[in-house]
């Protein structure tokens, strides 16, 4: 990955952490540059050096491997043989699934689960997650610790059913909704009955990619007992 590509994906993740309520000027205190810089980066009109690009890595809590994408990190890390088996390895993320939390980062693997081949070759690209302790808006279906297979297939995602339930990136952090079109918006609904936001909230995809809100379809979860 060359030094480009991580200023850009660098970039990115500092976009999300903004939306999450991070300010500019918390940032260049942070980086211990003046406010401007990262104006500039932002917009990106200029890039920062190696000693700031440490220490943003420092801010934002990730590694160079962070970075890398699944495709590349799925090579490096050991996986069992399953070759000529009934069973394959999905990734599951580093990071939880819920309110405060940006959505994980594809490239930061924590190791893989063993599932039936037959089960998960249905789906695109599987990804497993961890669901957060204070991600309460699909209670009951989904409870917070549980674990939530995702399927990343972009055409079921930008279609989404509201019978079904996806996995979120939103301005508050990550979390799962149920999800539908409504014209030009995004409707995402709670099940919790007493979920502290309301049930419905519309998000306007006038200058937004839906990919980049519906991260995934939740089509298995799993749960301690």
Request: aromatic letters at 6%; a neutral charge.
């Amino acid at each position: 990955m060359d030094l480009l590509t991580v200023q850009e994906k660098l970039r990115q993740l500092l976009k999300e952490r903004i939306a999450l309520g991070a300010t500019q000027r918390q940032i260049a205190e942070a980086l211990d540059i003046e406010q401007a810089h990262v104006s500039r980066f932002l917009n990106g009109r200029g890039n920062f050096r190696i000693a700031t690009l440490n220490q943003l890595f420092r801010y934002l809590g990730i590694d160079l491997e962070d970075l890398i994408s699944v495709e590349e990190m799925m090579k490096r890390v050991p996986r069992l043989d399953y070759a000529n088996s009934d069973y394959a390895d999905v990734p599951l993320l580093k990071g939880k699934l819920g309110p405060g939390h940006p959505f994980p980062p594809e490239g930061r693997i924590e190791g893989y689960r063993a599932f039936l081949r037959s089960f998960v070759s249905e789906f695109h690209r599987p990804l497993l997650i961890a669901v957060s302790s204070k991600e309460d808006a699909m209670v009951p279906a989904v409870q917070p610790l549980d674990f939530v297979l995702l399927d990343t297939n972009p055409a079921r995602r930008r279609a989404p059913n509201l019978d079904r339930i996806y996995a979120v990136s939103l301005e508050g952090g990550a979390g799962l909704r149920h999800c539908g079109l409504a014209g030009n918006s995004l409707v995402l609904v709670a099940e919790n009955p007493s979920w502290r936001e309301g049930k419905a909230v519309e998000v306007s995809l006038e200058d937004k990619d839906i990919l980049s809100i519906v991260r995934g379809e939740v089509v298995w979860i799993s749960r301690e007992l």
